[in-house]
Nanobody, 116 residues
């Protein structure tokens, strides 16, 4: 069955960095456009970055452009999110899934908290 396992979150000070990873299974990863989503308390889940199946094209939400970098390793079925210059408003649970049309199955997510 489809499974997404996210990791790498934590507590970081403003201006700090984190690298998130997601291991996907149960899908044909190499042909899937993948994305990172986030959901802050009381807000809807939003797509913040996505990457084409071959990794040649990436798209970012305006709120993270220039600070976040999405990448993937098709040999390992993983997709990563390097987050730099983190801000308190980046605090959220982060999830990976297909993009832009996510599957109904979601992983447990990984919590990112940006606070001094």
């Amino acid at each position: 069955q489809v499974q997404f396992v996210e990791s790498g979150g934590g507590l970081v000070q403003p201006g700090g960095s984190l690298r998130l990873s997601c291991a996907a299974s149960g899908i044909i990863f190499r042909i899937a456009r993948m994305g990172w989503y986030r959901q802050a308390p009381g807000k809807q889940r939003e797509l913040v970055a996505d990457i084409t199946s071959g990794g040649t094209t990436t798209v970012y939400a305006d709120s993270v452009k220039g600070r976040f970098t999405i990448s993937r390793d098709n040999a390992k079925n993983t997709v990563n999110l390097q987050m730099n210059s983190l801000k308190p408003e980046d605090t959220a649970a982060y999830y990976c899934n297909l993009a832009p049309n996510a599957l109904r199955v979601w992983g447990q997510g990984t919590q990112v908290t940006v606070s001094s």
